[in-house]
Nanobody, 126 residues
Framework: QVQLVESGGGLVQAGGSLRLSCAGSGRTFSSYSVGWFRRAPGKEREFVSAISWGGGSTYYGDIAKGRFTISRDNAKNTVYLQMNSLKPEDTAVYSC???????????????????WGQGTQVTVSS
């Protein structure tokens, strides 16, 4: 089992940057692929980005391409989401989720992830 804790959210002006962290517990965290999703008030959950268990493959939703970068440090059991050029429409609760690598699920589908963090609020002011 894996427990996930997000951090790094906050209030930032449009055009600014934030780096979100997703810290995982357990010695097997490096065998999990990790995704970031977000949910804005009144909207459906959106896929943001994902990274394979070893970090060799990364995936981005259209909302993230060219602005966000996902990375991981398995020695620290942490996945990062660097967000640049933030826009007011990026305001949402950002959550990370973990999927065992053996599951070979679809990174873009939240339903394929087994574990979720509580989320961290990102607010971008205009």
């Amino acid at each position: 089992q894996v427990q996930l804790v997000e951090s790094g959210g906050g209030l930032v002006q449009a055009g600014g940057s934030l780096r979100l962290s997703c810290a995982g517990s357990g010695r097997t965290f490096s065998s999990y692929s990790v995704g970031w999703f977000r949910r804005a008030p009144g909207k459906e959950r959106e896929f943001v980005s994902a990274i394979s268990w070893g970090g060799g493959s990364t995936y981005y939703g259209d909302i993230a391409k060219g602005r966000f970068t996902i990375s991981r440090d398995n020695a620290k059991n942490t996945v990062y989401l660097q967000m640049n050029s933030l826009k007011p429409e990026d305001t949402a609760v950002y959550s990370c989720a973990a999927m065992p690598a053996r599951n070979r699920g679809n990174y873009y589908y939240g339903s394929d992830y087994d574990y979720w963090g509580q989320g961290t609020q990102v607010t971008v002011s205009s």
